[in-house]
């Protein structure tokens, strides 16, 4: 007998096996936490090394445990090859810019053997070791390297604490090993000042200053150490410090008996060398730690909290399970889809979901009952893609993460752009903290109350950083005298406010401003507030029009975003100024050297950049045709940066000129010439998981519009994958129908099934095969995609809503 399908009943049983097969799957096993550890091509420097964090984590863990090595850039600690190890040390940045030394590193413990006490090499230069080949082995919760001398390290941990082993060659045995813990050497070599004790029950408490990665501010941490564990006989023999001359800091001498160090804070960077020295006779020595912003005795606290009984396996299992829901949270076959991409998927899940790190209970300023997070690192890289991800698979973290932005507002009067190590650091482009909250009030504001989100708060923020110019709105906030008298930001003009920020970045800032505002009139409306806001800051979101030179050229186009004067004239730079082939030097990097008005993005970059009205700069650029021509040209010249946030959604941009068949085959470009699984595999820093976001919304065919509840939708690189919603407990399922594994490749062959033809939501048919609607993303069913060989021949399709809203053409 033959069936031409299969019968309910059957069908559903398959189904749900296949859902167990799947939930059953131990995705952590699919995260390499090895892709961008090698340097990579970029036009800007900073973004020449990637900087992803390997070592052990839990989701947003403010304890990020890793090696560190001794050559600069070392942004995260580690980095592919064999540089010298100085220490396994306690917190890391994730995939950032900023200080190439790094930030972070602190109080590095690093093991010694086949030496005496008072004799050991416990300074940063002689105690420096070298891998050995293969032997750096990571996975979620976990990592684990071995010297050259096979001295093994590992370490697993806790959102503030965790456990790290030492095991020393059998050649050891019998002998003394010995653990340094270092005081004054983070990453940074930036130690102006600290402290450290030693108690006799093996408990050693230190505090430090340090300076910020990114940022002119210091900041003081603290951690504590248990060296012998409760109610088990102790390997400890021997403890003491050592610290070096201060006449000559390379003489380093070392104290047995001695329980203290303490060095009073100074304005310029100690060089001092400090730490304690400890002596076991184990082979195997496990410490526990526990770090904190408050106290020292909070940090223990949270080590005696977090890791009570000491149990290794516990607490990287339990690390291992918080990443396994994170995961699962983006369901797919993992044995029938193409193996790289999955690798990349959950790779890029893994990485997205590092920072911004919880510290609550651990801030410092201020008293409060509101999360607390950091590595805010900065809202720049992460307005585009990160915050809109959380917002899909992760609101219940989400609406945390942007209670701590509201409640910088409640305490500083603005929105947080950029936070480092605890302290503010610089606002890149505009005050890009504003996308993020409006985001949240269009996606959950109705929800706000039972995610706890004071709504009304999170609205005035935005009014509040979008009104109102800070004293120094290079921290903070925005240049909102000038821009609000002018409608565009001018060059050499003085506020009379007395009000100063670094006067550079433009024609670059305006743009973002007006997303800005952009963001503030999208919450205005989904939360009903007064038609005069809307009003005002839907006229204020158009604005980047007034940054529109006309009259200039380039390769042939006309039409360009410019500084301009505050009377009224435009001052020049050409357009491939700061672009990866710019035939000059110039700047475009934070900084009073820049001298072109853009921001890490050239003026062919930039002038693509107004997501929430598309329409106007397709009309700005001369129409359908020429923008098209236009697209490609930025591409075929090189202009395209793909490590850089503003080229983020430029793949994506042929769809508002209703060619969704040239964002299929860009984006397929983009992915294959950009990302692999190597360690050279991200083009460019991570960006606190920028990149890492941006990759898996090109997987899943979305990619997401500021502030809005659209989301631009494209031939998945999945044959089928299903999304979970925590808060709404939803499970949405995206199925590919025609699903053609030929064109996971850079350039798919003619006649492969790479293209939308139409689009059901839960059986119902969409009337746009280039966006879909936050609600049907998250609102749990089917939605299947219909893809084949040839284009439609509408593009977008024939309704009038076919096309991705822009303000200009009425959407929003």
């Known amino acids: ?120 090499p416990v300074g940063i230069t002689y105690r420096a070791a070298l891998r050995a080949a293969g032997k750096d082995v990571a996975s ?73 990665s990114y940022g002119p501010d210091n900041y003081t941490a603290f951690a504590c150490y248990d060296f012998a564990q409760p109610s088990k006989p102790s390997s400890l023999t021997q403890f003491g410090t050592y610290a070096s001359s201060t006449k000559a800091p390379a003489s380093i001498f070392v104290y047995s008996g001695n329980t203290s160090l303490n060095y009073p804070f100074t304005s310029s960077t100690n060089p001092i060398q400090a730490g304690g020295l400890f002596a076991f006779n184990s082979s195997s020595v496990t410490v526990r730690f526990g770090v904190s912003f408050i106290s020292a005795d909070q940090a223990c606290a949270n080590a005696d909290s977090e890791v009570p009984t000491w149990d290794w396996n516990a607490v990287q299992q339990a690390s291992k399970s918080k990443w396994q829901d994170v995961l699962s949270r983006v369901a797919t076959n993992v044995a029938t889809e193409d193996a790289t991409v999955v690798q990349l998927l959950y790779s890029s899940l893994y990485r997205a979901s590092l920072v911004p790190a919880n510290m609550t209970n651990e801030n410092p300023y201020w008293s409060s009952s509101y999360p607390f997070y950091d590595a805010l690192f900065c809202s720049w890289d992460t307005f585009r893609t990160v915050h809109p991800l959380l917002s899909l698979l992760s609101p219940l973290e989400w609406a945390e993460i942007v209670n701590a ?127 005069g806001d809307i009003t005002k800051y839907t006229n204020r979101s158009m604005n980047f029009v007034n940054h529109w030179d006309p009259s200039v050229t380039s390769d042939g186009f006309s039409g360009f975003a410019q500084r301009r004067y505050p009377n009224g004239t435009f001052a020049y730079s050409p357009p491939d100024a700061c672009s990866p082939v710019d035939p000059t030097p110039h700047s475009c990097v934070r900084g009073t050297d820049n001298n072109v008005g853009f921001y890490e993005s050239s003026s062919w970059e930039m002038s693509f950049f107004a997501p929430h009205s598309m329409s106007t700069i397709i009309r700005l650029m001369g129409g359908n045709a020429v923008f098209i021509n236009r697209t490609d040209n930025y591409f075929s010249k090189g202009y395209f940066q793909a490590g850089n946030e503003p080229s983020f959604q430029i793949p994506w941009a042929y769809h508002y000129a209703n060619r969704p068949d040239l964002t299929a085959l860009r984006v397929r470009q983009v992915v294959y010439e950009n990302f692999n699984t190597g360690n050279g595999g991200i083009p460019g820093n991570d960006d606190s998981g920028a990149m890492a976001s941006l990759l898996i919304f090109h997987l899943l065919g979305l990619y997401p519009v500021p ?77 299947v ?28």
């Open 1 to 120: 007998m033959h069936f031409s399908a299969l019968t309910p009943l059957l069908g559903l049983l398959l189904l749900g096996q296949s859902q167990i097969s799947i939930a059953a799957t131990d995705l952590t096993s699919l995260v390499n936490l090895f892709i961008g550890t090698a340097s990579s091509g970029n036009a800007f420097p900073d973004q020449s090394v990637i900087r992803t964090f390997v070592g052990s984590a839990v989701p947003h863990a403010m304890a990020k445990v890793g090696i560190d090595v001794s050559t600069t850039p070392r942004q995260a600690g580690y980095k592919a090859g064999n540089a010298s190890i100085t220490g396994i040390s306690l917190m890391h940045d994730e995939g950032t810019g900023g200080n190439a030394a790094g930030g972070y590193g602190i109080f590095p413990l690093f093991p010694l053997n086949n030496c005496a006490f008072l004799s050991c």
């Open 140 to 212: 979620p919760g976990y990592f684990t390297t071995t010297f050259t001398n096979g001295i093994q390290i590992e370490t697993t941990s806790t959102r503030r604490a965790g456990l790290i082993r030492f095991t020393f060659p059998p050649s050891s045995s019998g002998s003394t090993n010995f653990l340094v813990a270092d005081l004054t050497n983070d990453l940074g070599r930036s130690f102006q000042g600290g402290s450290l004790s030693i108690a006799p029950s093996g408990r050693v408490k230190l505090g430090g200053t340090f300076i910020q």
């Open 405 to 531: 932005y509201v409640d910088g507002w409640r305490n500083t009067g603005y929105i947080p752009e950029c936070r480092s190590n605890t302290k503010a650091g610089y606002v890149q482009g505009g005050s890009d903290g504003m996308p993020i909250l409006g985001d949240f009030a269009v996606k959950y504001g109705s929800r706000a109350s039972q995610l706890g989100v004071p709504i009304n708060d999170l609205y005035q923020a935005l009014v509040d950083t979008a009104e109102n110019t800070p004293p120094d709105w290079y921290r903070v906030g925005r240049q909102n005298t000038a821009w609000k008298t002018f409608g565009y930001i001018p060059t050499n003009w003085v506020d009379p406010s007395g009000s100063t920020g670094l006067p550079t970045r433009e024609a670059s800032r305006a743009f973002e401003y007006a997303v800005g505002d952009f963001a503030v009139r999208q919450a205005a409306k989904a939360l009903n507030k007064a038609s």
């Open 707 to 783: 502030s809005s509840r659209q989301l631009l939708l494209s031939t998945p690189f999945l044959s089928s994958y299903t999304l979970h919603n925590g808060l709404l407990g939803t499970d949405t399922t995206v199925t590919v129908s025609g699903f053609d594994s030929g064109t996971l490749v850079r350039s798919p062959p003619s006649g492969s099934r790479l293209y939308v033809q139409s689009v059901t939501i839960n059986g119902k048919a969409s009337s746009s095969v280039c966006l879909i609607q936050f609600d049907d993303i998250v609102g749990g069913g089917q939605i």
């Open 785 to 812: 995609i219909t893809v084949g060989a040839t284009p439609r021949s509408d593009g977008c399709g024939s309704g009038s809503d076919a096309l991705p809203s822009s303000l200009e053409s009425g959407g929003f």
